[in-house]
């Protein structure tokens, strides 16, 4: 069974920057993996979607890398502002269509 | 882009009073369709998939009695928690696989749904 990990739970950083949320998972035999923005009551937002074929995908200040072998996922925030503050989730796409959580970490940015 | 509609985004209900949530998929057809369920400060578990004309796939641990999944359409999928209780409180989200070749795919998630029982 699949088993996805976030680290750290929470992180608390000053605005201005740069930092790394982790994401590990158990079983390499992935087909995707998904970062998700989801603020306090809100629905997910999709931030970067990496197929098992990919290494790496970038969107503005954001950047994430994909390495199976190892079975782990790095998402970079550049220069992160407040209103980046939100959970960011990791999910790791199997078969049969199925997406496994983590846990998820929290993020605050102050200003 | 592809969008799932999902409503009602807040619902205050009675003990023992059922409730419908509806997921649309708006731009695209949406084969089959996950409901996840999260508690406060957890992520998202999933409790079933369903698949457009078929019986849903409960996830162990998730009564399919209480926890009624329908998928009549390519477009419609319904979650009916029926006979609601207190620690049936939560909220509840809807995903679609979406498509880009036959090989790679994403997922499109609704705006939840914020359940209270009272």
């Known amino acids: 069974k699949q088993e996805v990990t976030q680290i750290p739970a929470a992180l608390s950083v000053p605005e201005g920057e740069n930092l790394v949320l982790n994401c590990s998972f158990t079983?390499?035999?992935?087909?995707?993996l998904q970062w998700f923005r989801q603020d306090p009551g809100k629905g997910l937002t999709s931030l970067l979607l990496?197929?098992?074929?990919?290494r790496e995908q970038t969107s503005g200040r954001l950047n994430a890398s994909l390495d199976k072998s190892s079975g782990r996922s790095t998402l970079y925030i550049a220069a992160s502002q407040p209103g980046d503050s939100a959970t960011y989730l990791c999910a790791v796409g199997g078969a049969g269509n199925m997406l496994t959580f983590g846990g998820g970490t929290r993020l605050m940015v102050k200003p | 882009g592809a969008v799932v509609s999902q409503h009602p985004s807040r619902v205050i209900c009675k003990s023992g009073t059922s409730v419908k949530i509806e997921c649309r998929s708006l731009?695209?057809?949406?084969?089959?369709m996950f409901w996840y369920r999260q508690f406060p400060k957890q992520s998202l578990m999933l409790m079933a998939t369903?698949?457009?004309?078929?019986?849903?796939?409960?996830e162990q641990g998730v009564e399919k009695d209480k926890f009624l999944i329908n998928h009549a359409s390519l477009t419609l999928s319904t979650l009916t928690v029926t006979s609601a209780h207190p620690e049936d409180s939560s909220f509840y989200i809807c995903?679609?696989?979406?498509?880009?070749?036959?090989?790679?795919?994403?997922?499109?998630f609704g705006s939840g749904t914020r359940l209270t029982v009272v």
């Open positions: 369903s698949n457009e004309g078929s019986k849903a796939t409960y």
């Open positions: 995903s679609a696989a979406i498509w880009q070749t036959l090989e790679n795919y994403g997922y499109t």
């Open positions: 990496i197929q098992s074929s990919q």
């Open positions: 079983d390499s035999a992935i087909y995707n």
């Open positions: 731009d695209f057809q949406a084969t089959t």
